[in-house]
Nanobody, 124 residues
Framework: QLQLVESGGGLVQAGGSLRLSCAAS????????IGWFRQAPGKEREGVLCMSSRGRITNYADSALGRFTISRDKAKNTVYLQMSSLKPADTAVYYC?????????????????WGQGTQVTVSS
């Protein structure tokens, strides 16, 4: 069974940091493009960052520039989203997703597998 499980969300004060994890089971993340997305209440799900199967990073959101980074631990079959200098506007449910069979990081609708999400709340 193919599965992605996010963890690491929580409540943090503005200016703080969090590291989200996306652990895969049933498949090897190395062969997939892995994206992080987020959805705030009443808003559409938006892309944040993506790492392609070749390790190339795509930034989907200008708001994450310089504050969020994506990395991959092959031994743990896990992708991370390190978030720093968090703002209340970063409050959302964060999802990881995997896309296979495309070159590079695709648009949201081309991702094949999604996790259940983890809540990040940033207080002012």
């Amino acid at each position: 069974q193919l599965q992605l499980v996010e963890s690491g969300g929580g409540l943090v004060q503005a200016g703080g940091s969090l590291r989200l994890s996306c652990a895969a089971s049933g498949f090897t993340l190395d062969y997939y493009n892995i994206g992080w997305f987020r959805q705030a209440p009443g808003k559409e799900r938006e892309g944040v960052l993506c790492m392609s199967s070749r390790g190339r990073i795509t930034n989907y959101a200008d708001s994450a520039l310089g504050r969020f980074t994506i990395s991959r631990d092959k031994a743990k079959n896990t992708v991370y989203l390190q978030m720093s200098s968090l703002k209340p506007a970063d409050t959302a449910v964060y999802y990881c997703a995997a896309a296979f069979g495309v070159v590079g990081c695709p648009p949201r609708d081309q991702y094949d597998y999604w996790g259940q999400g983890t809540q990040v709340t940033v207080s002012s």
